[in-house]
């Protein structure tokens, strides 16, 4: 007994050595491929990118600046014009709102169908999973460069193809959501001789509702970025007029754009942040 | 009994008033919201055009965008003039042109002397013929088609169908006729086209031709595991170079799908979500620490560092794509900066947050032992909320993977520009789905490498907030 403790010690020893060891080449392993992404990336940004990289540094606030020093030069003339693009602005919120409340309805539609916890098929699940999976992969400026194609010019492109990540992304976190639920309510449901469609709506709904609300405020904010993007390649709104003046070269008014977007972006944050910390306590 | 219920009923809502009205108030907000949101749905159904989808919806173009997608098609055209010289082109594209001397390419097997040994065979997929004559085109042998048609010019060099007038609209049908054209249509996978001048028609199979090597190439005569196989034989297919190089340029070099060329674009986008959210990853660490309240005392440099954040976040990344994009110009360093800036906002705020809700008990435990300040960061608070710096920047990878698809359309380069090159042009939708399902497959392996990893290293694959 006595002499079975120095030797548990020494494996304990021996062990704890032989787990550093793993654990520091683990480290210097990640780290290794890191440096070599990091090295490799670089090569091929320098092999494909059209201005050298030094240059690009010396040249980043030239265009920052002449649109400000060409802001500055109208005065006080300026703010009418920032006014001036406020329409296009709603433009873009609309597509954003909108799309976002149509795709919050899909989503829902798509979470119940793949909930292990509702649906007791599992090639309705499956399904269900696939078809989020590639309607969330699917960059929005995709979808919607084929609908532009197809359909001409106008905001429905962005709408369709808004909606249509906005489904697959908010459809996969509101799957979580009802999967990670507490499972008693519907339990309780069930013994009463609840239907199906009254489970949903008396014990899965009230408990996943907040949850809900809130990742689709977070997802209005990134819409609205979405949008403003669509707009850039053709979809209307505020990004449309934005790439028009940067043709043109109108400075101020690029720059007054841009303050509107950012103006925006910011307040939507805020509001977000205080409307979700309301609406479940977090901040998540 | 259902009186008593109902007296029951009553009982209780005499006992808890306050209750039943409360939750008669909350109904109520909550069917006000819902008639809000209907009344919102419906204005923004007018005010956003969605009733004018059908009008703006063109199903043909629709269906013959669909059908380019996954099918390719030959183009067979004989002047009315010289009408032995009829031309065969894949894709009518003048380049791909079977039957020259010079490509060594032989005429596809459904195109055929006929057995009076006249007219020239085009035979469709579907076992219908059109037979090209000298002075007419026989139409024969359509399933769902009870008799044969044929083709004329009349006196005025105008091309009609023989005996119209006698056929009923059931025969009709898949013909358009005008004036100085008549088109035979049955399906999507048929056309003929009869002109003043010549013949034209378009024979669809489905799948990608050429997908591997183009029309031109040397290896065309071999499926892809052929081809494969071929890279271990010793004989040479062309003299200048082994089997295994001609393979691999023949794949690169491919001028239908541009393999070389959308790998090298991708590998561009990869790059800039990689790099970028390296970028923004590194610049967030150390500036988290600083704007966290139980790192950092002084108060004017945590303010500073949060509205820095929230400005960087603010500015879209549109926003910094543009102003990279003058400086740097089309390439990825654009994308790299402008997903970099925008994340470092992001990254920078959600570790500060992360770092601000540690535990500050294992913290006191290192402080207990008479640790530096360094010293207690670094053992008190890095253990706890590395997972949750790994798994938010993984978590932001495939994001910024579609984000640098969008910022490539927008000028950066990379597969989104060679998207928007494909789409352009009207006609190669093939490369168009090539590059769409290109991109959801990188999309779809970026998001299971980062849950995968984000499973390897803190094991577990969802995102943890706090």
Redesign the interface.
Request: glycine share 10%.
């Given at each position: 007994m006595t002499k079975a403790l120095p030797a548990n010690l020494e494996q304990i020893e021996v062990n704890l050595k032989k787990l550093t060891n793993q654990r520091t080449r683990s480290s210097l392993l990640g780290i290794a491929i890191?440096i070599l992404?990091?090295f490799?990336?670089?090569l091929?940004?320098l092999e494909?990118?059209?201005?050298s990289?030094g240059r690009?540094?010396a040249?980043?606030f030239?265009?920052?600046r002449d649109l400000f020093v060409d802001t500055f030069e109208m005065g006080w003339k300026y703010w009418p014009r920032v006014i001036k693009y406020i329409p296009e602005l709603i433009i873009t919120l609309?597509?954003a709102?909108?799309s976002t409340?149509?795709g919050f309805i899909l989503a829902i539609i798509f979470a119940i169908f793949s909930s292990r916890n509702l649906i007791r098929n599992k090639k309705v699940i499956q399904f269900t999973k696939f078809l989020m999976?590639?309607t969330r992969?699917?960059?929005?400026?995709?979808i919607a460069?084929?609908f532009l194609?197809?359909?001409?010019k106008?905001?429905?492109p962005a709408?369709i193809a808004i909606t249509i990540h906005t489904a697959g992304a908010l459809g996969k976190l509101f799957t979580?959501a009802i999967e990670n639920c507490d499972g008693k309510p519907i339990e309780g449901l069930s013994s009463v001789g609840a239907t199906w469609t009254q489970k949903i709506r008396f014990s899965v709904l009230p408990q996943v509702l907040p949850l809900f609300l809130s990742y689709g405020i977070l997802r209005l904010e990134i819409n609205v970025?979405e949008s403003?993007?669509l707009g850039?390649?053709g979809a209307g709104g505020i990004?449309e007029m934005l790439a028009a003046l940067?043709q043109w070269n109108y400075g101020a008014d690029v720059l007054a754009c841009?303050f509107l977007?950012?103006g925006t972006?910011?307040a939507l944050?805020y509001l977000s942040a205080y409307w979700r910390h309301k609406l479940i306590g977090?901040?998540? | 009994m259902s009186s008593s219920l109902a007296i029951q009923r009553e009982n209780i809502r005499k006992l808890f008033p306050d209750t039943f009205k409360q939750a008669r108030k909350s109904r109520l907000r909550g069917q006000i919201i819902f008639f809000l949101v209907l009344v919102y749905l419906i204005v923004g159904f007018f005010t956003l055009d969605v009733v004018d989808i059908p009008k703006k919806w063109k199903p043909q173009n629709a269906a013959m965008f669909v059908l380019d997608t996954y099918a390719h098609k030959d183009h067979v055209t004989m002047k009315w003039e010289n009408h032995e010289d009829i031309k065969i082109a894949f894709e009518g594209n003048y380049r791909s042109v079977y039957g020259r001397d010079n490509l060594d390419k032989s005429i596809p097997d459904w195109f055929y002397k006929n057995s009076d040994n006249v007219g020239n065979v085009v035979e469709f997929n579907n076992k219908g013929k059109a037979i090209l004559y000298k002075d007419k085109v026989e139409i024969v042998n359509f399933p769902k088609y009870e008799r044969d048609f044929t083709i004329k010019l009349n006196s005025n060099g105008k091309p009609y169908l023989v005996g119209s007038e006698d056929l009923v609209i059931e025969d009709l049908k898949g013909f358009r006729i005008t004036e100085n054209r008549v088109e035979f249509r049955p399906t999507l996978y048929e056309r003929i086209q009869v002109y003043p001048k010549k013949v034209e028609i378009h024979r669809y199979s489905i799948g990608w031709k050429y997908f591997w090597f183009d029309f031109s190439s040397p290896l065309e005569p071999y499926t892809f595991f052929e081809a494969l196989g071929l890279t271990f034989s010793k004989e040479r297919v062309v003299p200048e170079m082994s089997n295994l190089k001609l393979f691999l340029t023949e794949i690169k070099d491919n001028e239908a799908f541009m393999h070389g060329r959308v790998w090298w674009a991708m590998l561009e986008t990869i790059v800039m979500a990689v790099l970028g959210t390296m970028f923004a990853t590194v610049m967030a660490l150390p500036l988290s620490f600083l704007a966290a309240y139980n790192v950092t005392p002084i108060k004017a440099l945590r303010f500073t560092l949060r509205r820095l954040f929230d400005t960087l976040r603010g500015i879209d990344f549109l926003i910094w794509s543009l102003i990279f994009l003058r400086a740097f110009g089309p390439g990825p360093f654009t994308g790299i900066f402008a997903i970099g800036f925008t994340d470092t906002g992001t990254l920078g705020k959600l570790y500060s947050e992360a770092i601000e809700n540690t535990e500050k008990k294992q913290q006191e435990g290192v402080q207990s032992t008479g640790a530096s300040k360094f010293l207690q960061h670094r053992f008190g608070i890095i253990p706890q909320i590395l997972p949750i710096f790994v798994s938010q920047s993984l978590y932001y990878l495939e994001s910024n993977t579609r984000g640098a698809v969008i910022i490539g359309a927008m000028g950066a380069g990379g597969i989104g520009l060679q998207f928007l090159g494909a789409l352009a042009t009207g006609n190669d939708f093939e490369n168009v789905a090539y590059m769409a399902i290109l991109v959801l497959a990188v999309v779809i392996f970026m998001d299971r490498l980062s849950a995968w990893l984000r499973r390897i290293l803190i094991g577990s694959d969802q995102l943890i907030v706090r």
């Open positions: 890191l992404i990091f490799g990336g670089t091929v940004s494909a990118n059209a201005g990289f690009g540094i040249n980043f030239n265009y920052p609309n597509i709102l909108f409340s149509i999976d590639v992969s699917f960059p929005t400026l995709i460069m084929v194609y197809l359909m001409g106008s905001s429905l709408v979580e970025r403003t993007i850039f390649v990004g940067i841009m977007l950012v972006i910011i944050d977090a901040n998540q | -």
